[in-house]
T-cell receptor, first 115, second 112 residues
């Protein structure tokens, strides 16, 4: 199993450009998450999904969009990149159920710089 | 005040030392997580616990629900333990949907 795979690993964008950060998991997890990590701060939740077709905002959703058309994929879209979106982005997945929960599995992260 | 506080922020130890990292939280929780972030950036889940104590190799995690406090211990520390250790909680209030609240992390450096 590959676990959670994020692409790209690094990217530099110009202000106003758009891009999609890709995330895919092969563990058949129902929950998926996008976080950003800024220097000296804890991870902040951007968006999450409890299953295909269902997404919801986290703590810091402004400037981002997501979709979940399949169980495996959860892409994060930046429409108009701003310098404040310079950060390291992590995708994660987990299984939450009535009988048992799993810890979150993280991708390796995408380091994004907006110049 | 952050809902999850870790101490210390930075910790330097000599190889072989016993290490303790502390985590205090202010919300009701269904579970507490300890994560390890390697110098290369990847994040790995070490423990998920809701009561008592868990052990995996040289790592031990404990939690006191009444005191809203958890500790992560590393016995016989080694330079390869150098990483950032992150505490996170799954809040138990309605609608949390498995979302985690993260501490800022403790940066551990173990010198040979």
């Amino acid at each position: 199993n590959a676990g959670v795979t994020q692409t790209p690993k690094f990217r530099i964008l110009k202000i106003g450009q758009s891009m999609t950060l890709q995330c895919t998991q092969d563990m058949n997890h129902n929950y998926m998450y996008w976080y950003r990590q800024d220097p000296g701060m804890g991870l902040k939740l951007i968006y999450y999904s409890v299953g295909a077709g269902i997404t919801d905002k986290g703590e810091v959703p402004n400037g981002y969009n997501v979709s979940r058309s399949t169980t495996e994929d959860f892409p994060l879209r930046l429409e108009l990149a701003a310098p404040s979106q310079t950060s390291v982005y992590f995708c994660a997945s987990s299984h939450l159920g009535e009988l048992w929960d799993q810890p979150q599995h993280f991708g390796d992260g995408t380091r994004l710089s907006i110049l | 005040k952050n809902e999850v506080e870790q101490s210390p922020q930075n910790l330097t130890a000599q190889e072989g030392e016993f290490i303790t990292i502390n985590c205090s939280y202010s919300v009701g929780i269904s579970a507490l997580h300890w994560l390890q972030q390697h110098p290369g950036g990847g994040i790995v889940s070490l423990f998920m616990l809701s009561s008592g104590k868990k052990k995996h190799g040289r790592l031990i995690a404990t939690i006191n629900i009444q005191e809203k406090h958890s500790s992560l211990h590393i016995t016989a520390s080694h330079p390869r333990d150098s990483a950032v250790y992150i505490c996170a909680v799954s809040p138990s209030y309605g609608g949390s949907q498995g979302n985690l609240i993260f501490g800022k992390g403790t940066k551990l450096s173990v010198k040979p």
